[in-house]
């Protein structure tokens, strides 16, 4: 495909808008993944809804073709994220922390390449996310480490600093953090999970391309079952 014009743009932001995964995966199948990166970035502004989600999947699938093709180009990609991250590149970085997980979870080479740069994201001691939208999108991000390459979670240690958040008065944040730690692997956390048994609030997450609405006891009980913490 010799260019990615207006028409196409379009074309791309309607299928995102359906907020269905495969069609915008079967149209960029054909495209080269230079050619959309910065688009599927700007769709990651919308705050609502299931389009930026979207958008930040489909961003984990051409980002793992670039990589197959040239994986300096890759790195480019992620580093840009890497510095809207950042206070000195003057914008928000809205959707950042996501895609660099998405990146991941298609890839397993940026997995050990960036997976602690993400983890540093939600450390005080790191390159602390201050604002809390992003420190959520970066928890969301570790949760999807965690499922898709739990070996390189589990590697990074992830859960030391996790397990700070299952206290945390943010209900989303304490929610994906108690999502990422049914991975670890560490039933010393059962305890600590298992104390959000009685937490009824209402979270949204994606979770299987889907918002959804659940309570965070519910999900510390998928987190307990996952690490068979009955079974102690």
Not at 36 to 47: E, N, Q
Request: proline fraction near 3%; include cysteine.
């Amino acid at each position: 495909m010799p260019g990615f014009d207006h028409k196409d743009r379009r074309k791309l932001s309607l299928l995102l808008k359906k907020g269905s995964l495969s069609p915008v995966l079967d149209y960029l199948s054909s495209i080269p993944p230079k050619k959309v990166i910065g688009t599927l970035i700007r769709s990651f502004y919308h705050p609502e809804g299931l389009e930026r989600w979207i958008a930040i999947r489909a961003f984990g699938y051409v980002v793992d073709r670039l990589a197959q093709k040239d994986m300096e180009e890759a790195r480019i990609v992620m580093r840009r994220l890497m510095w809207s991250l950042n206070d000195e590149s003057g914008g928000i970085g809205w959707g950042a922390p996501e895609a660099m997980a998405e990146a991941m979870a298609q890839n397993e080479t940026l997995a050990r390449e960036y997976s602690r740069i993400l983890l540093s994201y939600v450390w005080e001691e790191g390159n602390f996310l201050e604002y809390l939208p992003l420190r959520r999108g970066a928890l969301w991000g570790l949760y999807r480490l965690a499922k898709a390459r739990t070996g390189i979670f589990r590697e990074i240690e992830a859960w030391k600093i996790l397990k700070n958040y299952l206290s945390d008065r943010d209900a989303e944040s304490k929610a994906l953090a108690i999502l990422a730690l049914g991975y670890s692997g560490v039933r010393e956390l059962c305890d600590d999970i298992a104390s959000n048994l009685s937490d009824r609030r209402i979270v949204k997450v994606f979770l299987e391309d889907e918002l959804k609405e659940i309570s965070i006891a519910d999900l510390a009980a998928i987190s307990l079952d996952r690490l068979s913490c009955k079974d102690q």
